[in-house]
Every structure is written in structure tokens, then in C-alpha cells.
């Protein structure tokens, strides 16, 4: 059964650039069955879709954030990973990586999320 664990600093400050890493095991990010997804939650506001990543490393994004968010992998760790740039107050929010059934169009596997506050 695939494993997503969000991984990364729960603090940070104004206009630096947020990463997280999502480490998956028991399963590979190279199927061709899934895309690997990002998605936030801020206090208090419903779940907010970031972007994903393909299982041939091609990426697609919210167009809300499409200029501050890169999503890449590294294979040989089974891990893909999010930045995000110039970061306000606003970006504070649980983080969570999911898997996505590219035929279902599903979301069939989360990680346990991660808060990441952004403050001096």
C-alpha cells in the first residue's frame, strides 16, 4: 500500500521560498497511473490545488499560483517536491502531497500534511 510523508521547515519567514518534499513509499512515482498532486489548506478556508506532477516528470499548475510554484521529482529517491516563492502571511496552511488516479481522477492516497506558518 503506497505511503506519502510530507517533509520540510514549519517556519518561514516573508518573501523566502517554501519547499517541502514528499517522500512515497511502497509504490513508484514513475507509473504511469498517477500524477502526484499538491494541495493546501488554510486556516479556517477549504482545500486549495497547487499542481501536480506526471509520471514523465511534466507538470501542470493552478494558474493562481503558476508564477511562484515549481513542482519537480528526483526518481532515484522516489520524491517530488514543491516551491513556493515570495511567500506572504497568506501562504500559511497545511501542506499535503497526494496521489491522483489518472483515470479515475481521484484522490486516492494523502499524506498526513504538514503545517507551514509563514512569519517573522
Known amino acids: 500500500q503506497v505511503q506519502l510523508q510530507e517533509s520540510g521547515p514549519g517556519l518561514v519567514k516573508p518573501s523566502q521560498t517554501l519547499s517541502l518534499t514528499c517522500t512515497v513509499s511502497?509504490?513508484?512515482?514513475?507509473?504511469?497511473?498517477?500524477?502526484w498532486n499538491w494541495i493546501r489548506q488554510p486556516p479556517g478556508k477549504g482545500l486549495e490545488w497547487m499542481g501536480a506532477?506526471?509520471?514523465?516528470?511534466?507538470?501542470r499548475y493552478s494558474p493562481s499560483l503558476k508564477s511562484r510554484t515549481s513542482i519537480s521529482r528526483d526518481t532515484s529517491k522516489n520524491q517530488f517536491t514543491l516551491q513556493l516563492s515570495s511567500v506572504t502571511p497568506e501562504d500559511t496552511a497545511v501542506y499535503y502531497c497526494?496521489?491522483?488516479?489518472?483515470?479515475?481522477?481521484?484522490?486516492?492516497?494523502w499524506g498526513q500534511g504538514t503545517l507551514v506558518i509563514v512569519s517573522s
Open positions: 497526494t496521489r491522483e488516479d489518472r483515470s479515475l481522477r481521484l484522490l486516492d492516497a
Open positions: 511502497g509504490g513508484s512515482i514513475t507509473i504511469s497511473y498517477y500524477y
Open positions: 506532477i506526471g509520471y514523465s516528470g511534466s507538470t
